[in-house]
């Protein structure tokens, strides 16, 4: 069995651990966002990688979503005091691993290297690989102007209305090593679009030409996990950026997002009425992430269902 | 009044320490060692500057003697869980320190800037100046090789036999901005050596040809307090780094190091004996600093040794 999923931070991260839990120790390929990446005094800081390998190493904070469990605040509090900015809360433990990073990329190594060393420090089964080694920077064009995205996210906490996002670097960028081959290994199974924000943290991802590409030639069946419950987004910005872009909360507007690249979608029970004249296979369930065994018990799903579909055959599609 | 002392890190900032509180406001100049300074994990660490803005601040580890008070682990901790080295130990609040004055100098401040800002924010009265901006290692000859001072300091325990003792880039290096006219200042009033190790952590300032220049031409009297008490040396590599290069452990000694340089010697009460016949005034009181008001006593003492010398014609000497 090999399986790859596509997440970006908090909700991808939660169906990413199910995946993790419920197959064997190394079928997983979990390639990530790394969109959201940036430097903050001088230490790269990568919150979607950071979110999936904590997650994944039972680390994380399950209360903010992002971070670690039991973190401490010293480096903040020390920055406070030197009058540093505060507004990007870095934990201690969560700091070390920064600047362990940093460190490692100025000495050499790639972002793919370090990860696959976290992941395996951390006793990590399933890979984790960032979408690509190369600089690409997710930016919002906004009613303020122009802002890269933790500025966007986390300094303006999403108050700027979005006019469009960019993906700075996507057109040069290179699927990072082990991409292109997961993608198209004949092992693969099933690669699952994990539930997070699509116009954020997904469409990093498909703004790199070849990574795209890869996804449209898998054999492998392709199935979508939908963000939305009800007609509502379960956290962060995706409600507002979708209402600001003119795009209806709806499965279709799922759907046709990702429409040529997935063959099925899974929608929450309260979007199967919504989602069921769409021109692609719909799966409902219960899609909310609560507890561990939900997180167990829709990647089971969401699996089986990639699992029923019929192989395809490599470039017969778009 | 105006006062320079001149530190290296423990010793010589529980001196600073004591002239700092005896002294008003902005009195007191601390000009300080950098030679031990090194990057680690990219990170600039400055011990003997951080120790005596440490200390000043009231945010010194007492027993230690080195980095923060109540400091926490997190990061050592996380360093560990990812393989990375654990030799030097990094605080968090420490570390918090390194980032920001590594931001600060890769954005383009000098070493002087960031630890005006540092002492500034942190509620410090005296001027913390760095012996010099540029870059000035101090590296150690042992039986086991050449090795960089916290190699031998920290990682090796000062254990390899030292050979001798070299300040690469000193040849070169400038003293740090404001160092020189603390030094020319026609309002000083004295200067002190504080009981530093001579050879590891006073002549890396002294081997800065300007800022010696600069000791020898002040008008204020210069009184040295001897790191050792009764022969031996309070803590730290002082007596094994005398032994290995051949130097007896007596006030001749510590004499004969700053020989040209300084207008009299403070020594310990057990030492008084051995310093009597010295061709300059020896003074002796208990100088084992345990206590806060170890430190202001032995301070006022110090200083009132240098005041009760006559001022000296600038250029005189040497």
Redesign the interface.
């Known amino acids: 069995m090999s399986v790859v999923a596509i997440s970006g931070g908090v909700g991808g991260a939660k169906l990413a651990l199910g995946l993790d839990r419920i197959l064997r120790p190394g079928e997983l390929t979990i390639v990530v966002n790394t969109g959201d990446d940036f430097e903050h005094?001088?230490?790269k800081v990568c919150p979607d990688l950071d979110t999936v390998l904590y997650t994944l190493a039972d680390m994380a904070d399950p209360v903010q979503g992002w971070g670690r469990r039991d973190?401490?605040w010293?480096?903040?509090?020390?920055?406070a005091?030197?009058?540093?900015e505060t507004w990007f809360k870095l934990?201690?433990?969560d700091?070390?691993?920064h600047?362990?990073r940093?460190?490692r990329l100025?000495q050499g190594s790639s972002l793919t290297e370090v990860m696959e060393?976290?992941r395996t420090?951390?006793g990590v089964a399933s890979r984790i690989l960032p979408m690509t080694d190369d600089r690409v920077e997710t930016r919002i064009d906004t009613d303020e102007g122009d802002l890269a995205f933790q500025a966007y996210f986390v300094k303006r906490r999403c108050e700027p209305r979005a006019l469009s996002i960019r993906f700075v670097g996507a057109d040069t960028a290179l699927p990072a090593p082990g991409v292109v081959a997961a993608l198209s290994s004949p092992e693969l199974q099933a690669v699952i679009l994990c539930p997070s924000n699509p116009y954020l943290s997904i469409d990093p991802l498909l703004a790199i030409a070849k990574l795209r590409q890869s996804l449209k030639n898998r054999a492998a069946p392709l199935v979508a996990l939908s963000p939305l419950i009800g007609g509502r987004a379960v956290k962060g910005p995706t409600a507002k950026i979708m209402q600001e872009l003119g795009i209806p909360m709806t499965p279709a507007s799922i759907y046709e997002h990702y429409q040529g690249l997935i063959d099925a979608l899974v929608v929450d029970d309260a979007d199967a009425a919504a989602a069921n004249q769409l021109p692609v296979p719909v799966f409902s369930t219960a899609t909310l992430m609560s507890s561990l065994d939900d997180r167990l018990r829709l990647a089971r799903f969401v699996l089986d269902c990639a699992l029923s579909l019929p192989r395809r055959e490599p470039q017969a599609i778009c």
């Open positions: 005094f001088g230490l973190e401490s010293r480096v903040m509090q020390t920055f005091a030197l009058g540093e934990g201690d433990a700091t070390a691993l600047i362990a940093t460190h100025n060393h976290f420090q951390f």
